[in-house]
């Protein structure tokens, strides 16, 4: 069945430092792949989204990389700011609309 | 233009009660879908629905669960008789193209406390 597996659950940087987060799907017909950054006690919030039909997108320090032959999407923030902890959702949909997320990763981003 | 609309943002509700949630899209928005998210956990897809339509219910537990969204006014998630184990925070999004390829935003979400 459809299956987002995401890694690692929790990952601490120092600022200033890099932080990747990596997220596999099983179902070939996932052609977008949307990340979501959830606050405590809010929202989550739509930070950068991808198509199948390009590899990498960039959004000042966010960047997302797919490998549709592998099955695999990963999230990039550089120079990590405290503002940036948070818990960080990757999904896919499966044809039909809903989205499948991964179990998520705390990010803590210390000064 | 305002964004996703849940309310109430809290609800207490005792066992066996009914929760009424609500939900309005952002404006142009015509598909609606529901998540699930427990305390300390991910986010489950429950149902996806567009005007007076259901179209996908595979999330839904089969039993004192119902959503619609009819053709005025938000869109409803039903809870009929709550027990403890609905104690979570439930998340509408709203698209405004549907399928695979839309981009879902979401509101502020409703935390159901049953006691």
């Known amino acids: 069945g459809e299956n987002v597996e995401q890694h690692p659950s929790t990952l601490s940087v120092q600022e200033g430092d890099s932080a990747v987060i990596k997220c596999t799907y099983s179902?070939?017909?996932?052609?977008?792949f949307p990340w979501y950054k959830q606050e405590l006690g809010k929202r989550p919030q739509l930070i950068i989204d991808i198509r199948s039909n390009v590899g990498e997108k960039k959004d000042q320090r966010i960047a997302v990389t797919l490998n549709k032959t592998a099955k695999h999407f990963s999230l990039h923030i550089t120079e990590t700011q405290p503002e940036d902890s948070a818990v960080y959702f990757c999904?896919?949909?499966?044809?039909?609309?809903?989205?499948?997320f991964g179990q998520g990763t705390e990010l803590s981003v210390k000064p | 233009n305002a964004g996703v609309m849940q309310n109430p943002r809290h609800l207490v509700r005792r066992r066996g009660q009914e929760a009424r949630l609500r939900c309005s899209p952002m404006?142009?928005?015509?598909?609606v879908y529901w998540y699930r998210q427990l305390p300390e956990e991910g986010l489950k897809f429950m149902v996806y629905?567009?005007?007076?339509?259901?179209?996908?219910e595979s999330g839904m537990p089969k039993e004192r669960f119902s959503a619609e969204f009819p053709k005025e006014g938000p869109s409803i998630l039903r809870i009929q008789q709550v027990v403890r184990g609905d104690s979570a925070a439930y998340f509408c999004a709203s698209s405004y193209t549907g399928g695979a390829q839309g981009e879902q935003y979401f509101g502020p979400g409703t935390r159901l406390t049953v006691t």
């Open positions: 629905l567009q005007k007076e339509n259901i179209i996908d």
């Open positions: 179902d070939s017909a996932s052609n977008y």
């Open positions: 404006k142009g928005h015509s598909h």
């Open positions: 999904a896919a949909p499966p044809q039909g609309g809903k989205l499948i």
